[in-house]
């Protein structure tokens, strides 16, 4: 009976930098100690089983994301010409807690949650051919934005005070 074989040292390095994910976080994740995941990616201890699982499950989360959200603006894009679109992501963990709390337990890192928006932008770019800004979220002029507009705190105000910023 064949036992499958776990990641190896580059795969596990290379899953790691496609998350955007630092050393430090990966162990964080996978309750781990960084000089773990240094020796993991070193070749010099196996990967943790845990860490794997981990890292795999937030890949395959994003890759959802992105075929999802790509299918809901081709569906978009049959009812309406298609438009340049903007995707607001988060300059640190603070505004991501804030303002995006939803995600927090399948993407609990906003680095997690900014790789799915950029492989979001790639894959409309490269299949839809649509062009998609990423803006990050500077809370002062979108509070300003909100007041001055009079509306309240949503995901869909966000969008509209994204597209502004392009």
Request: net charge negative; charged share 30%.
């Amino acid at each position: 009976m064949s036992k499958t074989a776990g990641l190896n040292a580059i795969e596990i390095h290379y899953l790691r930098l496609s998350l955007g994910l630092t050393t430090a976080q990966v162990g964080e994740l996978s309750k781990s100690t960084e000089e773990d995941v240094i020796a993991w990616e070193a070749g010099e201890k196996p990967v943790s089983g845990l860490a794997e699982k981990k890292l795999l499950e937030i890949d395959e989360i994003i890759e959802m994301q992105v075929l999802n959200t790509c299918d809901g603006i081709e569906e978009l894009f049959t009812k309406e010409p298609k438009r340049r679109l903007s995707f607001v992501v988060y300059p640190n963990q603070a505004s991501y807690l804030q303002y995006n709390p939803e995600f927090i337990g399948s993407l609990p890192l906003t680095e997690l949650y900014n790789t799915a928006a950029w492989r979001i932008k790639k894959e409309c770019k490269l299949v839809l051919e649509v062009e998609v800004t990423l803006v990050a979220l500077d809370v002062e002029a979108y509070k300003a934005y909100r007041e001055k507009e009079g509306l309240k705190e949503s995901r869909e105000i966000r969008a509209k005070w994204a597209a502004t910023q392009i």
